[in-house]
């Protein structure tokens, strides 16, 4: 399966666009947004690909309430804390903001999903902790490494994840 990875969007409708047609174009399946979106409409970018959607809250989403209401009226899967998403096989991957590292440990630690997507740092990174790997799509807007905006797309089949670069 595909999934679209995005992280830290806040508020940049133009980047959320581009990086959603972008993945849409390269195949995506179902999209994951890791949080800091911060506009509540723009969880319509979300929906509107006619994609499963899910939503992480970040630190940033102030009014989670707002984020959970809008996300209802979509139809995107919304969660304050951490969201499961279905990758096939029965399994799911797991995502979160990334900014309670306990949580961020825990879920890896805990070696239950085969994913786990994370934001927060701003900055991309795939790494393998036993039988989990934890990937980070970087972000669309103030990306710190590398310094232009990322989203990613994950082969779930392939076990392969690739950033890519949003203009």
Do not use: W
Not at 24 to 49: N, P
Not at 80 to 106: Q, W, Y
Not at 144 to 151: E, G, M, S
């Amino acid at each position: 399966m595909l999934i679209g990875l995005l992280s830290d969007s806040h508020s940049n409708a133009a980047r959320l666009r581009n990086a959603v047609a972008l993945l849409i174009g390269r195949g995506a399946e179902a999209l994951v947004h890791c949080g800091d979106i911060e506009a509540a409409g723009h969880v319509s970018i979300l929906s509107g690909a006619g994609l499963p959607a899910y939503l992480a809250a970040g630190n940033m989403d102030r009014n989670a309430a707002v984020l959970a209401r809008e996300a209802g009226r979509c139809g995107v899967n919304f969660a304050a804390d951490f969201i499961e998403a279905p990758i096939g096989d029965g399994e799911h991957l797991v995502a979160l903001h990334g900014d309670n590292e306990h949580l961020l440990c825990e879920l890896v630690e805990g070696g239950q999903f085969p994913y786990v997507i994370h934001g927060h740092t701003h900055r991309t990174s795939d790494i393998k902790y036993g039988s989990t790997r934890v990937i980070c799509p970087g972000a669309l807007a103030h990306p710190r490494k590398p310094k232009h905006p990322t989203a990613a797309l994950l082969d779930t089949e392939a076990d392969t994840v690739e950033f890519l670069k949003i203009l």
